[in-house]
Nanobody
Framework: QVQLVESGGGLVQAGGSLRLSCAAS????????MGWYRQAPGKQRELVAV???????SYADSVKGRFTISRDNAKNTVYLQMNSLKPEDTAVYYC??????????WGQGTQVTVSS
């Protein structure tokens, strides 16, 4: 089992920045990749960014060049640095992890609101 706890959401003006954090605990040795999804009202949950255990990263086209995913292995924490935020980035952001190649885990979600 893996537990994920997010922090760092909030309200920011367009053009501003926020950093989300996701602390993992439990069977962290089994994690293959971690990332961030988001879900805006009335829309499907979408993948934002992923970082693998090997350090490879990938991003949704809509956030490339603005968001950066990173990790601190000593703290078992993954970060999402979000710059140049836009109102369309407003959503609940969920931390996600996949372990043993088959088991998905989710955090409780953190609200990000970008005002115009």
């Amino acid at each position: 089992q893996v537990q994920l706890v997010e922090s760092g959401g909030g309200l920011v003006q367009a053009g501003g920045s926020l950093r989300l954090s996701c602390a993992a605990s439990g069977s962290i040795f089994s994690i293959n990749a971690m990332g961030w999804y988001r879900q805006a009202p009335g829309k499907q949950r979408e993948l934002v960014a992923v970082i693998t255990s090997g350090g490879s990263t990938s991003y949704a086209d809509s956030v490339k060049g603005r968001f950066t995913i990173s990790r601190d292995n000593a703290k078992n924490t993954v970060y999402l640095q979000m710059n140049s935020l836009k109102p369309e980035d407003t959503a609940v952001y969920y931390c996600w992890a996949i372990a043993t190649m088959t088991d998905d885990y989710w955090g409780q979600g953190t609200q990000v609101t970008v005002s115009s």
